[in-house]
């Protein structure tokens, strides 16, 4: 992969040129040392984190010494990036036991991963202690360790632009390897302008807390914290400190995904963050207080996963299906006055049997508004499922879903392609206008509660468009191929679940 031409005068594409040209060289050196493509992602993140970690820890100290207050910082001495990195990169002179790639490379392995593991019992010692007690340091050779760590070394994570381009690549990187290992361990990352949209509809602010149940790389959470830095600017200390935290929590299952969410929030300025590496549907509880609860929940829950019977106990509507569960989990967390918004699969919109139940739930006892029909292929190239967005509130007060708001995108800025390019013509801005009055049109109408409420239709939240006629000869045959596929899938899962009862009977 080859970087553009920079044009002279250009800054701001200059850094991105260099912060693309560094992964580049990274990734190529990891597979010049035999490092399989699966792991290029683990092995740079790390790298990355301990360098953001020393960006983050520089301006603590500048805002500590303007403020004319101590910092103590976590990572110091030889276990400062800028200090073992010395003998790597050539930027100052190399410290004593430090001198050599060979010397380095067994600091790193033994030592340091050793000091990154027993930082403390506080909120960030733990982060710390869960991210490297999982990871291991892929790098076979001291000289190609010390080629990697060069690279690292040119991106400057007090750069926003820096920052920007380096989340851009991590995606691409991860879509890169998503082919070898099923969208990267069956993770799929949702699209930065699909995030940014349901925190304009759900507004978090100061005071709120914000929760995500299965964070991956804390999307929702970073930008919550910067809708909320954007709109609660005039912060005092105290509520500087509240923000940092007691605004954000959330967990994660997978170790790689964990690092790259704790990393995003401290490049955010979010070092405080609840953060668990940890099964949600494990710990899922029935019964929760609501000073536990959160105001806010922005969520994309796996879908297409299984649970088995046994662990789903803790649930008061079973079901193998992980997106039903994480739902329930999602209702039952959700405090009193709060507001969430969360993308599920299409079958959640239709599906009998515990499907039905958790939407009448979720219609009776909560306030659903707005249902965004996102287009097939939205989540390519992990999935060409249907999905949309179903945002509700959990009202003070005894109040329910009285009518439901529907937006139909068929253009969200990106072809629905593997390569998701950008295209013209995005209705998200549309969507945003039109919900805050609900108004209707081509593609928006309201439907009203008693056109939904009926038992034996299973409570239908399917997004008909009622200004479209059906017209199956002129809909795009990769349309219906998608279509056919998600129906074939679900019958599966039917017939999956039809046999588990089965063989439960013997």
Not at 300 to 307: A, I, Q, S, T, V
């Amino acid at each position: 992969m080859t970087s553009k031409t920079t044009k002279p005068g250009n800054g701001a594409e200059a850094r991105r040129d260099n912060v693309r040209q560094a992964v580049n060289n990274a990734c190529d050196q990891l597979n010049s040392d035999g490092v399989e493509p699966r792991n290029y992602v683990e092995q740079l993140s790390w790298l990355f984190f301990l360098k953001a970690f020393e960006a983050s820890e520089d301006r603590r100290e500048e805002e500590s010494a303007f403020e004319d207050t101590p910092y103590e910082r976590r990572l110091n001495g030889k276990y400062r990036w800028s200090t073992w990195t010395r003998a790597l990169t050539g930027k100052s002179k190399a410290v004593k036991g430090l001198k050599t790639p060979e010397e380095v490379f067994r600091f790193v392995n033994a030592d340091l991963f050793e000091k990154l593991t027993t930082l403390g019992d506080d909120t960030l010692g733990l982060q710390f202690q869960r991210i490297f007690s999982t990871i291991r340091n892929h790098s076979r050779r001291p000289g190609s360790f010390a080629r990697v760590v060069s690279q690292v070394e040119r991106i400057d994570f007090s750069r926003q632009a820096d920052v920007i381009e380096l989340s851009e690549i991590y995606e691409r990187l991860l879509k890169d390897v998503a082919g070898d290992s099923a969208g990267y361990a069956g993770e799929f990352y949702t699209q930065r302008h699909i995030v940014k949209a349901m925190v304009e509809v759900v507004k978090p602010r100061l005071g709120d807390r914000v929760y995500d149940p299965c964070m991956g790389t804390a999307g929702f959470l970073f930008e919550s914290a910067e809708y909320i830095k954007h709109h609660d600017s005039n912060m005092s200390g105290e509520d500087f400190e509240r923000f940092q935290r007691d605004t954000f929590a959330g967990n994660e299952l997978k170790p790689l995904s964990y690092l790259l969410g704790v990393m995003n929030m401290i490049l955010h300025g979010i070092d405080k963050a609840k953060l668990a590496l940890a099964d949600t549907l494990e710990r899922h509880e029935n019964n929760v207080a609501e000073q536990r609860r959160f105001s806010v929940i922005l969520s994309n829950p796996p879908y297409g996963g299984k649970m088995d019977r046994d662990s789903q106990g803790n649930f008061t509507i079973q079901s193998a299906a992980t997106e039903i569960l994480f739902l329930q989990h999602i209702m039952t967390n959700l405090a009193k006055g709060g507001r969430a918004g969360v993308i599920l699969p299409e079958g959640v919109l239709f599906r009998g049997g515990p499907d039905a139940k958790v939407r009448k739930k979720l219609l009776t006892q909560f306030k659903v508004h707005t249902i965004l029909s996102l287009p097939a292929g939205a989540f390519l190239p992990y999935t060409g499922v249907k999905t949309n967005v179903i945002f509700f509130d959990r009202p003070k007060k005894a109040a329910t879903t009285n009518k439901i708001w529907f937006y139909e995108l068929t253009n969200d800025g990106f072809e629905l392609k593997q390569t998701r390019k950008p295209i013209e013509g995005s209705q998200l801005p549309d969507f945003l206008k039109k919900r805050k009055k609900q108004v209707e049109g081509d593609n928006s109408w309201v439907v009203e509660f008693d056109e939904v409420a009926f038992e034996e239709d299973g409570w239908d939240l399917t997004a008909r468009n009622p200004n479209k006629k059906d017209d199956y000869e002129h809909v795009p045959a990769l349309e219906l191929v998608r279509s056919i596929k998600t129906k074939e899938e679900r019958i599966f899962e039917l017939l999956g679940e039809l046999e588990e009862m089965l063989e439960g009977e013997v």
